[in-house]
């Protein structure tokens, strides 16, 4: 299957930085990503589609401003979580689909991120 | 949007027995219905979909039914193994680029 990689796979950071979480297809392009916000132990909730070369569509409740998304290229976009707050904290992951592979999304590994 | 509810949201069976998931949808213009396995501290990984044109799908011991006019999807697994302790999550979308709507897992033990 296609394959999604996410980096770093878990960071700490103070309170007030900002952190960056890169999502990469290593084996094809796309147009489309996916990022979503998985607290412990509930389901994932899409937070933004990431579209290359245009603004990413965020969800209703989800700060654009809180979470900056850059799709530069069609196999990278990039998740700027700016001035973390712990509640921030939670694990974030990332999905594309493959052009021609109709229907089925692949997930990064995930990033764990904890805001001190 | 969309709205996925799951229900249980735990299930414990015994190795060998059967287990089902439900899941309802809110979208009538939804029809893509796939299930995703979650093991601890992994990905999300596919393990059958099912379509709107088509109401029952069975891989192994694994199958989907689809019932598009009460807008309810089920996840059956027989013959459960301890392997297949795990959440499970159901989703739901229009199809093509657009994005899936999940719902709150579930979160299978088997029994050995």
């Known amino acids: 299957g296609a394959v999604v990689s996410q980096h770093p796979s878990w960071v700490i950071c103070k309170s007030g930085t900002s952190v960056k979480i890169e999502c990469r297809s290593l084996?094809?392009?796309?147009?489309?990503m996916f990022w979503y916000r998985q607290f412990p132990k509930q389901s994932l909730m899409l937070m933004a589609t990431s579209n290359e070369g245009s603004k990413a569509t965020y969800e209703q409740g989800v700060e654009k401003d809180k979470f900056l998304i850059n799709h530069a290229s069609l196999t990278l976009s990039t998740l700027t979580v700016t001035s973390a707050h712990p509640e921030d904290s939670s694990f974030y992951i990332c999905s594309a689909r493959p052009p021609g592979i109709s229907g089925e999304l692949f997930f990064g590994e995930g990033s764990r991120l904890t805001v001190l | 949007g969309e709205n996925v509810e799951q229900h249980p949201s735990t299930l414990s069976v015994q190795e060998g027995d059967s287990a089902v998931i439900k899941c309802t949808y809110s979208d009538s213009a939804s029809n893509y219905f796939p299930w995703y396995k979650q093991e601890l501290g992994k990905r999300p990984q596919l393990i059958i979909d099912i379509r709107s044109n088509v109401g029952e799908k069975k891989d192994q011991r694994i199958a989907v039914t689809l019932n598009k006019t009460a807008k309810h999807f089920s996840l059956h697994i027989t013959e459960t193994q301890p392997e297949d302790s795990a959440v499970y999550f159901c989703a739901a979308s229009r199809g093509g680029a657009n994005n899936l709507f999940f719902g709150t897992g579930t979160r299978l033990t088997v029994i050995p």
């Open positions: 084996d094809f392009q796309a147009t489309t």
